[in-house]
């Protein structure tokens, strides 16, 4: 059976000619049209190129050998990164139409190792909203139990890995969009420091958030993307020009004298997991002393700092983004990707620099914790919630993200799975400096080597009885604002040009607004002259 191989061990036995990329392929592609229709994870298989790549890959693996660990390997695609002529949605209807004349970045490094891609996978709506129950393709189900959430937004890449469709999948992380999903679903996903991999060809959600990055089911499988698809890319002006490591030479299993700071705050006072994440935690902590590894506790400031910081900049940027089609046809736009985005409306210039200034001061506030440990560690998102039990106003009450603040410290930070709870995966993250992702894998890779975890997958029945039908549509909260503050919204509104709102979009706005209102006045917070705001990233040294 092929479709549980890894990277590392499908790569072996391509090299050694015991599998051929034809048969690897072909076998995914079986597993895929059996049992993807009970999980939605692909939203667009290109099987019929996908085995015309793994036919030239296999001529030329027989004529000159592998050309690396990717040759003859497949994958997916978010649906929000290019791939020449297939359609790029953003799983959004504005955006059906779209075909891209050249591949992305990231694309082209996978095809030029001589991956083989095998289509565009299901993602929340934008790579921001969901899940969504109104779009005009399902949402990505979770393999260990259907009836259950994800994460998001890279949904569909880490249902596809966790199932068995393909040995990895790229996914992109704006506010824990790649960790989130990798979590839930039991993989390993790792979002790189900001300008380690390209951006370039990958539908934009924030410009000075955004990050890409792989998704597999083992740390050394995570080490074998990222080194394909990080470097240099003189297009993207986020991106950075450093030296490329040897990632998978950094798994040598020993992390004798490692320093870890974890973070408990954040999983004992700023939030609230289930008892079984906590000892999942502590089992986890428990096996990095055993290996060698010194931890003491260590604080940031509170996680939902962070994440106001975080939302106020990101929204203001993806409302850039989405801003034709939000004036010009918003309600083909799900429910759920409107009630995140409208309350852009609110956020004023001096917020979203208020927003990016302090930005730069929690920045300088990690140096002193890079200086003393060479890793943190803390929760993860964990014990998948049921699709059925979303609401839209869920974004705006998770003020307290287990993982928003690692996007606005810009480095790397990887999820990986620690035990399962009621058959649903339990997750640590491991996150570290600015471009040390060979620290934060070798720790991983310790861990992963110490535990079972790994042998564990879904078990998914291609046979098995299911239903097709998705939970309702949310019905908007509940308006607690008065008519003076919906006129002020609807003057906002009119004032960004979005005039076309339908009344159920409109309630979501009026909805959110209180929250939004209190993030912006939670910012308001005196600042040096010298705090200069963050925009693009450029790390010297």
Not at 292 to 300: F, K
Request: hydrophobic fraction near 45%; charge should be negative.
């Amino acid at each position: 059976m092929t479709e549980f191989l890894t990277i590392a061990a499908a790569a072996d036995l391509i090299a050694a000619r015991r599998l051929s990329p034809v048969e690897l392929t072909a076998g995914l592609v079986a597993r895929a049209e059996a049992i993807d229709p009970q999980i939605n994870a692909y939203l667009r298989p290109c099987f019929d190129a996908a085995m015309d790549q793994a036919r030239a890959a296999e001529a030329a693996i027989m004529a000159d050998g592998p050309r690396g660990a990717l040759h003859g390997i497949p994958y997916g695609l978010k649906d929000v990164y290019d791939a020449a002529g297939l359609p790029t949605t953003g799983h959004s209807r504005c955006y059906a139409d779209y075909v891209p004349e050249e591949d992305a970045a990231t694309t082209a490094s996978l095809g030029a190792a001589g991956a083989v891609l095998l289509g565009k996978l299901s993602t929340h709506e934008g790579a921001h909203g969901g899940p969504s129950f109104d779009l005009a393709w399902p949402p990505a189900r979770n393999p260990w139990n259907r009836e259950h959430f994800t994460g998001g937004s890279s949904s569909g890449s880490g249902a596809a890995v966790a199932a068995g469709l393909m040995p990895f999948a790229l996914g992109t992380d704006t506010g824990g969009s790649i960790r989130n999903p990798a979590a839930l679903c039991g993989l390993v996903g790792l979002k790189p420091s900001y300008g380690l991999v390209s951006r370039r060809g990958v539908m934009p959600n924030s410009f000075s958030y955004d990050h890409a990055g792989p998704m597999t089911w083992t740390v050394e499988d995570c080490a074998i993307v990222l080194q394909a698809i990080a470097g240099h890319d003189p297009r993207d002006p986020g991106s950075a020009s450093r030296p490329i490591p040897d990632y998978r030479a950094a798994l040598t299993g020993d992390i004798r004298g490692l320093r870890i700071g974890v973070l408990r705050h954040v999983f004992e006072e700023d939030t609230k997991p289930a008892p079984a994440t906590k000892a999942a935690l502590e089992a986890a902590f428990d096996v990095l002393r055993g290996l060698g590894a010194v931890l003491e506790d260590a604080r940031i400031r509170p996680m939902g700092e962070y994440f106001d910081v975080k939302v106020v900049a990101a929204e203001s940027e993806i409302f850039s983004v989405h801003e034709k089609a939000l004036r010009e046809r918003p309600n083909d736009f799900g429910e759920d990707f409107l009630a995140r985005i409208l309350p852009a409306v609110m956020i004023r210039g001096t917020d979203y620099v208020a927003a990016q200034r302090l930005r730069r001061v929690m920045l300088a506030e990690f140096e002193a914790l890079y200086a003393r440990y060479d890793v943190l560690v803390t929760a993860a998102p964990s014990i998948a919630p049921r699709l059925d039990a979303w609401r839209p106003i869920h974004f705006w009450r998770s003020h307290s993200s287990l993982v928003t603040a690692f996007n606005v410290s810009a480095g790397p930070a990887l999820v990986q799975c620690i035990g399962y709870e009621q058959g649903l995966p339990i997750a640590m993250q491991i996150v570290g400096r600015p471009f040390d992702e060979t620290m934060v894998l070798r720790v991983a890779d310790a861990y992963e080597r110490a535990t079972p975890w790994r042998a564990t997958r879904p078990m998914l029945d291609p046979k098995a009885e299911f239903s097709t039908a998705l939970p309702p549509v949310p019905d908007p909260e509940p308006v607690t604002i008065g008519q003076a503050e919906q006129d002020e919204l609807r003057l906002l509104c009119a004032r960004a040009g979005v005039t076309k709102l339908n009344d159920r979009n409109f309630r979501h706005l009026c909805s959110a607004a209180p929250l939004m209102r209190a993030m912006l006045d939670r910012l308001q917070r005196p600042a040096r002259f010298a705090d200069e705001p963050v925009n693009v990233f450029q790390y010297l040294g």
